[in-house]
């Protein structure tokens, strides 16, 4: 009974296309995130929503589209995909305000040939 | 930025007490210090969090000085399997989100 989800766990493409990566909680929690982690290991968040609505938007480019159809979902859409984009992206989710912990998916590893 | 500053690698013999220290002199007074470890290869896993007072859970304790500029996460009893990146993080009471990670305290547990 996995808490966070993310598929793929791998996910290898080439430059300029278009790929989605899918997160799901079975936590019941209201705010869901995602962060990016480079090969220098540096975590960053990139989104965050709550209840469905977009409440962080870290300095991402456009071509970086989060949806959420729900409060259990938040997939990240990537266009045009450059070699930049190589990385590890973890999905996280937690319950809404206060202090509550994040809870963090096993990421999904994109590598851009 | 990180608002903390960790050691950067540390080692701990199996069975020992990991203490894992973290500075945090900046840290205000609505500022929660947060610890969480990532595990080779897997997502950022929570382990405690605390405000003023020591708090204990099942996976560590956490000590928190009296002027809050520093605390001490500890492992009582290292396992290999406590081998990861251990990081210090702040974060306000209500803000949503924004866990800003540092780079952290590598701990290998050593036989």
């Known amino acids: 009974d996995t808490a966070v989800s993310q598929t793929p766990k791998y996910l290898v493409t080439q430059m300029g296309n278009d790929k989605s990566i899918k997160c799901e909680q079975n936590?019941?929690?209201?705010?869901m995130y995602w962060y990016k982690q480079d090969s220098k290991k540096f975590l960053k968040i990139m989104f965050s929503y709550n209840n469905k609505e977009l409440i962080i938007n870290e300095t991402v480019p456009n071509r970086f589209s989060p949806k959420s159809p729900d409060k259990a979902h938040l997939n990240l859409h990537i266009n045009s995909l450059e070699l930049g984009d190589s990385a590890v992206y973890f999905c996280?989710?937690?319950?809404?305000?206060?202090?509550?912990?994040?809870?963090f998916g096993d990421g999904t590893r994109l590598s851009i040939l | 930025d990180a608002k903390t500053t960790q050691p950067t690698s540390m080692d701990c013999a199996e069975g020992r007490a990991a203490n894992l220290p973290c500075n945090h002199s900046t840290i205000s007074g609505n500022e929660y210090v947060y610890w969480y470890r990532q595990i080779h290869s897997q997502g950022p896993q929570y382990i405690i969090h605390g405000l003023k007072n020591n708090e204990t859970n099942e996976m560590a304790s956490l000590i928190i000085t009296e002027d809050r500029k520093s605390s001490t996460l500890i492992l009582p009893h290292a396992t290999l399997r406590d081998t990861a990146v251990y990081y210090c993080?702040?974060?306000?009471?209500?803000?949503?989100?924004?866990?800003?990670f540092g780079k952290g305290t590598k701990l290998s547990v050593k036989p």
């Open positions: 996280a989710s937690s319950q809404d305000n206060v202090n509550q912990p994040q809870h």
């Open positions: 936590l019941g929690h209201d705010t």
């Open positions: 993080i702040v974060r306000a009471r209500g803000s949503q989100g924004n866990l800003i």
